[in-house]
């Protein structure tokens, strides 16, 4: 999603923002952008769409110097992908804006805008922001009464950062619905959407809350709330890996992000786990009491998150015999619900910051959930601090868009949650026992799940020049076969669907032919004879089977049957070892048909917009 770099400094700032932006190239984005108080008090704007390194080009072989300045990714909403509508937008020469989330009463603030004579040069709605200001700027002539009376008008999310041509002394921020940090230097102060973007600058970060505006000097921080009161907000220093964005030996962040699962999943369970059961208090303090009594859970999430959500249904149904209802984050919040008594809310979201999620999390509030629980991969995230509990994913930052580490991370919390909520509810103890004991090897399962990456590279090979390909598993591999889809369109834009295999005579066995390419997931369960008898159905249409299963599941290789053989696993863990090979399946196909890996088209990483 849209990143926000902004510097004022004793020293020339365009380094520190242009760094700042490739920090976030993560994220997603169609353009970028800066703006910079000259010497000469002019602001300086140079805007491109695509990568950042052609904006990095431009600026330096057309240098634009100062010692305040703010810089912006774009992931486009309003407005096609352009140098036009790429961000920082000026109004009158003397007012930059940058400008991430949506503004839902744009178009009545345009009308209204062009009306007191303001030109709009942009498709986008973040320009009536700028102009906004302007005008209150031109009544106040104070940025920050200016700033303040805009936002007062402003209807929707948004994470602003501006400056004015006649005041080189200050940044004016302000945030609603969008993350947005302040970090704290020596002589110097910046803001970001990320703190990520500025860790060459400093490890110290205050975070903004709902409808703060803050005004940020050299030597200075202020901070008022939406009351307009102001207030004092303690910096919070953040430890970053040390390979966090360093690509090692990898040709991409996420063949290393696949990799790095089993060190992620043993500082998943680190500290979590007895030698028998799983240890309660080290989810919190506040974990006991939030636990009794649970009788219903609802998961709520978007994308691969909701698959994750979906395989812990099964888990949390089996281990606690209570109902669990799975929800689209951006469906729940627009449906009646009917709350069960005694019912724990659980969002699921990598960055925290998830639109979708975090407005569901607020209407659970309203609507009388009383108890919300989030898993989340970022301690100091918005969903984080307005949960009432948080199970952290311990993946560190993930790169690439699209998501691997952050999946297997999100599993393994919600099995120990399955544990835990099903402790209260007659699980016996020697089910514990033998989940536990086999939660102490999954690291070494998925290990050597990675292990088959080579004839996985060559199995993609099969894929490159087919338009299509249908995934199939049973019970809770069926998300597993909705997430390996998710993945390879993801990434390889090739046409890919998820079903449950029983389900293939509804309708899908329609589209299989000898070109149509069947990926089935089949662990060694109590499923395992029915999903064979589906895929006979496969085969008698003369589709071409690829089978990632348990060695004893009785699978051969034939002409039109290729198998691969993955480790023998516990059936409750299988959903964590056997994604890695569809993750590195999907990763192989794209490779070879030469997309973008980490940052896929038309998506973004962090979704802080509806």
């Not at 902004?6 to 169609?30: F, H, K, N, P």
């Not at 010497?39 to 140079?46: P, T």
């Not at 498709?123 to 302007?134: F, P, R």
Request: proline fraction near 3%; aromatic fraction near 6%.
């Amino acid at each position: 999603m849209c990143g926000i770099v902004g510097a004022v400094a004793d020293r020339e700032v365009s380094a520190i923002l242009l760094t700042g932006l490739q920090r976030l190239e993560y994220r997603g984005y169609d353009s970028a952008g800066l703006a910079i108080l000259t010497a000469e008090g002019k602001i300086e704007s140079r805007k491109q769409a695509g990568k950042v390194k052609t904006l990095f080009d431009e600026v330096s072989a057309n240098g634009v110097r100062g010692r305040l300045g703010i810089a912006h990714t774009r992931w486009a909403t309003h407005g096609v992908p352009s140098r036009t509508n790429a961000h920082p937008h000026v109004s009158n020469g003397r007012i930059a804006l940058v400008h991430n989330g949506i503004i839902e009463n744009f178009e009545a603030l345009r009308i209204e805008l062009e009306g007191d004579g303001y030109h709009f040069a942009s498709e986008t709605d973040s320009e009536v922001v700028v102009h906004l200001v302007d005008k209150y700027y031109a009544e106040s002539s104070s940025l920050l009464e200016a700033v303040r009376s805009a936002t007062k008008r402003l209807e929707g999310a948004y994470a602003i950062g501006i400056i004015a041509s006649d005041d080189p002394e200050r940044i004016v921020a302000a945030r609603m619905g969008c993350p947005l940090v302040i970090g704290k230097g020596i002589g110097e102060n910046f803001i970001a959407s990320d703190p990520l973007a500025l860790r060459p600058v400093t490890d110290r970060f205050v975070y903004l809350e709902e409808g703060d505006l803050v005004e940020v000097t050299r030597t200075s921080i202020s901070i008022w709330n939406s009351a307009d009161e102001l207030v004092t907000r303690a910096a919070e220093k953040v430890e970053f890996g040390q390979d966090d964005v360093d690509r090692g030996n990898y040709r991409h962040f996420m063949q290393k992000e696949i990799h790095q699962q089993p060190r992620v999943i043993r500082d998943t369970l680190h500290g979590r786990l007895g030698r028998h059961r799983v240890l309660e208090l080290a989810f919190g303090t506040g974990a006991t009491e939030l636990l009794d009594d649970v009788q219903a859970v609802t998961l709520v999430a978007c994308g691969t998150s909701f698959y994750a959500a979906s395989v812990a249904r099964y888990w949390i149904e089996e281990l606690a015999g209570i109902p669990c209802q799975v929800e689209i984050a951006s469906e729940f919040r627009y449906r009646k619900v009917a709350v069960v008594p005694g019912s724990l809310f659980v969002t699921i979201t990598q960055s925290g910051e998830t639109a979708d999620t975090l407005a569901a999390l607020r209407v659970a509030k309203e609507i009388g959930f009383t108890r919300t629980l989030t898993i989340c991969n970022v301690a100091i995230s918005s969903i984080v601090r307005e949960s009432d509990l948080a199970i952290l994913l311990k993946a560190g930052t993930e790169i690439g868009v699209a998501s691997t580490k952050a999946f297997t991370a999100m599993l393994t919390d919600l099995l120990m949650l399955a544990l835990l909520i099903g402790r209260r509810h007659g699980m016996a103890s020697e089910t514990e026992e033998e989940v536990v004991g086999a939660l102490h090897t999954l690291s070494e399962a998925v290990d050597a799940a990675l292990a088959l990456e080579d004839p996985i590279r060559k199995l993609a090979e099969r894929f490159v020049d087919k338009s299509h390909a249908l995934f199939l598993g049973r019970g809770p591999m069926y998300p597993i076969a909705l997430e390996g889809a998710l993945k390879l369109k993801e990434i390889s834009y090739l046409h890919a669907e998820g079903y449950a295999a029983g389900e293939l005579k509804h309708g899908p066995l329609a589209m299989v032919d000898e070109d149509m390419p069947v990926i089935a997931v089949a662990p060694n369960d109590e499923l395992l004879e029915k999903l064979q008898s589906n895929l006979e159905e496969v085969r008698a249409r003369e589709g071409r089977l690829y089978v990632f299963a348990d060695p004893n599941s009785g699978f051969k290789n034939r002409d039109d049957q290729t198998v691969i053989s993955l480790p023998e696993v516990h059936r409750l863990l299988a959903p964590i070892v056997y994604v890695v090979p569809l993750q590195l399946l999907a990763y192989h196909v794209a490779v070879l048909k030469g997309t973008d890996v980490d940052q896929p088209r038309n998506l973004a990483k962090s979704v802080t917009v509806e």
